[in-house]
């Protein structure tokens, strides 16, 4: 059951049970912060916790209170709650640990985090083992430590699973405007996306940061993606951690190449939420979408005092999803304007120093730069540090940035190459001109990248994982069936003993034909596998020679002008991973593969199959033939149909090679583990 978190992040009467220095840390705290409703300190013999009057236990309140900073031990922490709900309380944070997280060190555990549940009922609560939350909005906070944030009228909000990286995350000196910071513990109760659906339901947030350690709930996740959508909010997630995954199958290559948390990133992108990898790069986005909004495009402008930033810019940009596109005839005519004709124009832009200190003249040479085609304009200026340096000769900077910002109306940002070569009192400024204020270079590119619109297609729910199982290997022959009875076109064989039968077999089918050893997974390294065998000879000594009684005699398939590799594992957190790579003996060398998760569109189909570098072979490379695409499709189709209706006892599937010829897509080669 969804339970309502609004009482418990937005409260007028706060609770704090507990008389430890935690418990007073949390009153304290609401006093520096201004919150201006009841705080009530709950203590069974203390007259006082934190300079105020204390109550003996919660039934002794005066009212039911809104929000409740439980700061007892684990055991005392399942009577408080009990106590909280029965009288209607609005929400609590349980500051314990001990509960499920310890359950491998501690049998008690994980029946103390049932029992919490069971006591809470339907009251809301945060955790056990976390830190609660700080509203910056109202002044209001369950917050049992320091804490480095200021109030605001808006900003964005940050969800993590880990109270110390909510912590550092709260001494952030970027400029970041932060509405809330709430941690989420063991998330018994309220996950990460239950609380992100709540925080984006005032108005007042911009964005929504998600650190995810581990996503539990994928039809949470997924109705958080809808509200966000609905609402127009991006959420950007760090997400940390492996999954199982590839520890759990490792048969197939496959299983290699969709291995980590390639299902985790497979998710993401579903669901519209772009992945950052470090809290600088997390932040510094956080701040682009909050200033901004999500960017139309991937294209960009940098603009600089020198050339050496200027070729930073384009080194650091390389290989990223930005794009510097060339000036056009507007631009350099503006900047010949600007400019004069002692500039080299490009982009990124080295403008020379000669009109700094002339607010007027940087302001038309920036506004020169910032074509409406263009979904950022990187202005890149460092600071000198104010300890040891005059920052006045830099207040034209600031003021031609914002000018240019107000003259085109464009999406402008501030850099400093280096974090520290930007001040909080600047990055203040700009913000409420709403220039972005990027702190690093390499931030500032990451931040672009990620923040560029996702292409959101319809949110089909994710087929969920079914319970792990130990399966068998399916023989290829059978597991060819049945992978043909839902549409995967496979080569004419027949199954056989003994070499003679190879033989025989081989004149039946037609030469030249395929000999192949059953029962091993890697049959080419294992030497079970023999090609354009030409004679009946030769497939009775190939079969001879290889380390099995039990063979597949194929037909033998031509005018093959590429190989692919299609195949699915189950991942246990995340679902069904199809990935699509190249195939045959190029699948380890190029390690050229993409992933997504089942069931899927057509869109992510052929976005996968374009990422891949040996794409261009299907598209018919130095002349050769084109590949048969929409028989590519057929067969991926194949596979994904099979796997949406025999996913009970599934754990992967691989086709490898699947040769696409310019006519057909034919299974060579497929591997099944399931447990029927």
């Not at 911009?206 to 993606?225: K, M």
């Not at 810019?313 to 290989?319: F, L, S, Y």
């Not at 999803?321 to 010949?336: A, I, K, S, Y």
Request: aromatic content about 6%; overall charge negative.
């Amino acid at each position: 059951m969804i339970r309502d978190l609004s009482r418990l992040f937005r409260p007028k009467t706060i609770a704090v049970v507990g008389g430890g220095a935690w418990c007073a840390l949390v009153i304290e705290q609401c006093h520096k912060m201004g919150f201006q409703g009841e705080i009530w300190p709950v203590h069974p013999k203390a007259a006082e916790v934190g300079g105020l009057p204390a109550y003996k236990d919660v039934d002794a309140l005066p009212n039911a209170p809104d929000a409740t900073f439980v700061g007892v031990n684990r055991f005392a922490t399942i009577q408080v709650v009990a106590a909280l709900s029965a009288r209607g309380s609005g929400g609590a944070v349980c500051f314990a640990s001990g509960f499920r997280e310890a359950a491998a060190e501690d049998a008690e555990a994980a029946n103390l985090q049932d029992q919490l549940l069971e006591a809470a009922g339907d009251m809301p609560f945060l955790g056990p083992n976390c830190y609660g939350f700080v509203n910056y909005l109202d002044g209001a906070l369950l917050w049992p430590d320091q804490h480095g944030g200021v109030a605001c009228d808006k900003g964005v909000a940050i969800v993590t699973q880990s109270s110390n990286i909510a912590i550092n995350m709260t001494m952030q000196m970027r400029g970041l405007p932060v509405a809330y910071v709430v941690t989420a513990g063991n998330q018994a109760q309220s996950g990460v996306a239950h609380i992100g659906e709540a925080l984006l339901d005032d108005p007042r947030v911009t964005a929504l940061g998600l650190h995810i350690e581990g996503f539990g709930d994928l039809r949470a996740f997924e109705s958080l993606a809808r509200k966000a959508r609905e609402l127009g909010k991006p959420i950007i997630a760090l997400k940390v951690g492996k999954s199982d995954q590839a520890q759990a199958a490792t048969v197939s290559h496959t299983a290699s190449l969709a291995g980590g948390d390639s299902g985790a990133g497979a998710l993401l992108a579903r669901l519209g939420i772009p992945r950052l990898t470090s809290i600088p790069d997390f932040l510094e986005t956080l701040k682009l979408l909050h200033v901004v909004g999500w960017l139309p495009s991937n294209r960009i402008a940098s603009i600089s005092c020198s050339g050496g930033e200027a070729s930073l810019a384009a080194d650091t940009a390389h290989g990223r999803g930005v794009e510097f596109p060339p000036l056009n005839e507007q631009q350099q005519t503006d900047l010949r304007e600007a400019l004069g004709p002692m500039v080299a124009l490009a982009n990124p832009l080295d403008y020379h120093t000669y009109i700094w200190r002339d607010a007027e003249a940087m302001t038309r040479a920036w506004g020169a730069m910032m074509d409406p085609a263009l979904a950022m304009t990187l202005l890149v200026v460092d600071f000198p540090r104010p300890d040891r340096c005059d920052p006045r000769d830099w207040e034209c900077a600031v003021k031609a940035a914002i000018g240019a910002k107000t003259a085109r109306n464009a999406n402008v940002a501030v850099v400093a190459t280096l974090p520290e070569l930007i001040t909080e009192d600047i990055a203040d400024v700009l913000i409420k001109a709403g220039v972005v204020p990027f702190m690093g270079l390499s931030e500032a590119i990451a931040a672009c990248e990620a923040a560029v619109y996702p292409n959101l297609a319809e949110l089909v729910p994710v087929l969920l994982p079914t319970d792990t199982v130990t399966p068998d290997l399916i023989p290829e022959a059978e597991a060819k069936d049945r992978l043909a009875w839902h549409g995967l076109r496979t080569p004419n064989f027949k199954r056989v003993s003994s070499p003679g039968e190879a033989r025989a077999a081989a004149v039946d089918i037609g030469l030249p034909v395929v000999l192949k050893g059953e029962g091993i997974a890697h049959k080419t390294e294992a030497g079970a596998v023999a090609l354009n065998l030409l004679s009946g000879r030769a497939v009775s000594e190939a079969a001879e020679a290889m380390p099995t009684d039990r063979f597949l005699v194929e037909e033998m398939i031509t005018d093959t002008v590429a190989e692919l590799l299609v195949g699915v594992v189950k991942d246990p957190a995340h679902g069904f991973v199809m990935t699509l790579a190249a195939g045959g003996t190029l699948t380890e060398v190029m390690q050229d593969s993409a992933s997504f998760l089942l069931p899927a569109s057509e869109t992510m189909i052929d976005e996968a199959l374009a990422s891949l570098r040996m794409s261009k072979l299907l598209e018919g490379y130095r002349g050769a033939p084109t590949a048969d695409r929409q028989a590519i499709l057929t067969a991926i189709r194949a596979v994904e149909a099979y796997v949406l209706a025999n996913a009970e006892g599934l754990e992967e599937i691989e086709v490898n090679p699947l040769l696409c010829t310019p006519t057909d897509a034919v299974a060579a080669d497929a591997l099944m583990r399931r447990k029927d």
